[in-house]
């Protein structure tokens, strides 16, 4: 397994033979509403996109997950797997190949790699969009995404699970609190479901915020201190740091296929 980062949501994974790329904003500036005055996100360098991809993964609707001008820049004919929401946003722009996955569903590729679509990240008073575990059916090796730190008790029902992607740091606005969750949240996760390796996604390295909203984010705690705690509930498991546009090779021991 190799991870690489091109900051923010944006991951390529690569697994079971597979590319997949992960809620990819890698053009353009990334905004709501198209309300730059509210949020606006420009990245401070041209990002280059990532070449053969098998299947493109998204977890939310929104832009920052699913960016319109960023999937423009992909061969329609690529894969693509989505929550409800996801779905539409990649069928509006003419993907041939589009699968909705709900809550409690799966999606197989090519008999080696299965997404399964768990509760994920809270974002309207009804809206509950997709948190995956994605498993190397050959390998049995799985890796779990939620980029809000909204996670699921079903995912007892799956554990252990080997890498988690997740944030690890609280991220929080003036009365509403903590809206990217980590520390606690994120140590009572891996409590649960013992990951090998923990790869944290809550803060952007190479990426300019501008507008009223990023004003009034302020993060908490430090890197360095979650993964103290970490390794007082389990020494083994690792905290990376990925390196931005790096591949990150994920070293994981054999399992033997059943």
């Known amino acids: 397994m190799n991870l690489t980062w091109f900051d923010g949501n944006s991951w390529l994974i690569e697994m079971a033979g597979a590319r997949v790329l992960l809620d ?8 709501f509403g198209n309300a730059p005055w509210f949020f606006k ?20 609707g929104l832009p920052d997950h699913a960016h319109p001008p960023t999937l423009e820049q992909f061969d329609r004919s690529i894969p693509v797997v989505g929550s409800p929401n996801a779905a539409k946003v990649a069928q509006s722009l003419g993907f041939q190949s589009v699968t909705a996955v709900a809550h409690g569903e799966s999606f197989v590729w090519q008999e080696r790699l299965k997404i399964h679509a768990f ?33 699921s008790p079903a995912l007892k ?6 890498v988690a992607i997740i944030p690890v ?9 903590a809206f990217i969750r980590g ?6 996760l891996i409590r649960e479901i013992k990951p090998q390796v923990v790869v944290p996604c809550t803060a952007s390295q190479a990426t300019d915020y501008e507008g009223f909203l990023p ?22 498991t690792q905290v990376l740091s990925p390196t931005l546009f790096e591949s990150t090779p994920i070293l994981l021991p054999a399992k033997q296929a059943v």
């Open 215 to 236: 004003k009034l984010i302020a993060m908490e705690g430090t890197l360095d201190a979650f993964r103290d705690r970490v390794h007082q509930i389990l020494p083994a």
């Open 24 to 31: 990819p904003w890698l053009v353009g500036d990334l905004t």
């Open 169 to 177: 740091l609280d991220m929080k606005l003036p009365l509403v609190g």
């Open 41 to 60: 996100g420009s990245h401070q360098a041209p990002i280059p996109l990532p070449e053969n991809i098998n299947l493109i993964l998204l977890s939310q």
């Open 119 to 151: 509760p994920g990240s809270l974002v309207g008073p009804q809206l509950v969009e997709n948190a995956y575990v994605v498993e190397d059916l050959q390998q049995q090796t799985k890796l779990y995404y939620e980029p809000h730190g909204n996670h």
């Open 157 to 162: 029902s799956i554990a252990p699970i080997d």
């Open 183 to 188: 520390g606690d949240h994120a140590l009572k």
